[in-house]
């Protein structure tokens, strides 16, 4: 995830969790733009924050609510954010998972 850092500030974050057809189903996933305009993203407001997360190096200290949210696209998107930036410097990231290591 990148750019966490440009969220501070909001009252509000808000999330497209699907796009729904123009029957109110739940868009599958169709490949070809003849179908965008037939979808409607459907969204969740998530509250945000107005501590800095600029420059945190570690998952816990980021503010609750900056938290709540990377937690929640985890959800959404159903996989692990490996890593979030927190700023314009190489060093603002923090690592959940280093994908660099072995797995076994």
Not at 18 to 43: C, H, M, V
Not at 65 to 72: L, P, S
């Amino acid at each position: 995830m990148t750019k966490l850092d440009v969220l501070d500030g909001l009252e509000t974050v808000r999330v497209c969790t699907k796009y729904e057809g123009l029957d109110g189903q739940i868009a599958s996933a169709r490949f070809g733009s003849e179908y965008y305009s037939e979808l409607s993203p459907s969204y969740e407001d998530l509250p945000g924050w107005q501590e800095s997360t600029v420059g945190a190096r570690d998952f816990k200290d980021l503010p609750d609510n900056a938290q709540a949210y990377v937690r929640r696209i985890e959800e959404t998107v159903e996989a692990p954010i490996a890593m979030i930036s927190t700023g314009p410097d190489r060093h603002d990231t923090i690592i959940l998972t280093d994908i660099l290591e072995k797995q076994e």
